[in-house]
Each structure stands twice: as C-alpha cells, then as structure tokens.
C-alpha cells in the first residue's frame, strides 16, 4: 500500500455534481482512482486521462510547480509537474468549457503559494 500524499485541483466547477479536477499523487496506473484528471458529471467520478504517469511522486517538504492548460475550444487539458516540458497527465473532454477553480486534496494536507491564473473569456 502506498501513502497518497496528494493535491487535487478543480476546474470547471459549475456545482457540487459537475466539474473536472487533477488528483497528483504517487499511485500507480492500476488505481483508478488516483493520479488521473477525472470528470464528475452528476455520477461519481471517471478517469479520462489519455496519457497518464505511473505515479507523480514527491517525498520532500519543498513545494513543487504544477501547470494545467485547459484549451476549452479543443477540449484539451494538459498536466506538467515540474518540468514544464513534458506533461505528466493528458486528456481531451468537451463537457464543460467553463466553471470555477478550487484547491486541495484527496485525504492529505496540501499547501499552496504563489497561484496564477490565466485565462480567455469563453463565448
């Protein structure tokens, strides 16, 4: 059994029963219901990842950079874990094109600094 240690961010919260959030943590690929993007539309839980790591692992008490690109249009959503080249997660979803952000984590605590946010108004 591992530790989950992880930080999950929502997007595209428009309520309780929609919206899409990241789970990092060091989970192998045969959880299903960890280190994925996930959707929750009004059921629990799905994993659409396309592309996904085999565990984002970190065991330091340093903080770590997490970028997520989301092209609403495309439907793309893109997951980098300190190295801004290579993503860690990928997934392609329509389902929602807007919606709130949040921050936090699974069953573990989790700090945050220096969040930025950039973003187009969707039409």
């Known amino acids: 059994q591992y530790g989950h240690r992880d930080a999950c961010v929502a997007f595209g919260w428009n309520d ?18 960890a280190n994925s993007i996930f959707l929750v539309n009004q059921e629990p839980r799905v994993s659409i990842a396309e592309d996904r790591n085999d565990g984002t692992t970190w065991r330091d008490d340093v903080y770590h950079t997490i970028r997520i690109k989301r092209d609403s249009s495309s439907g793309s959503i893109i997951v980098y874990f300190d190295d801004m080249q290579n993503p ?7 389902t929602f ?3 709130q952000i949040g921050l936090g984590s699974f069953d573990d605590t989790a700090m945050f600094k220096d969040l930025r946010i950039w973003g ?3 039409q």
């Open 16 to 33: 309780p029963a929609r919206f899409y959030y990241v789970h990092l943590a060091p989970a192998p690929k045969t959880d299903p219901h």
């Open 88 to 94: 860690v997660m990928q997934a392609v979803d329509m």
């Open 97 to 99: 094109r807007s919606g």
């Open 120 to 122: 187009k108004q969707v």
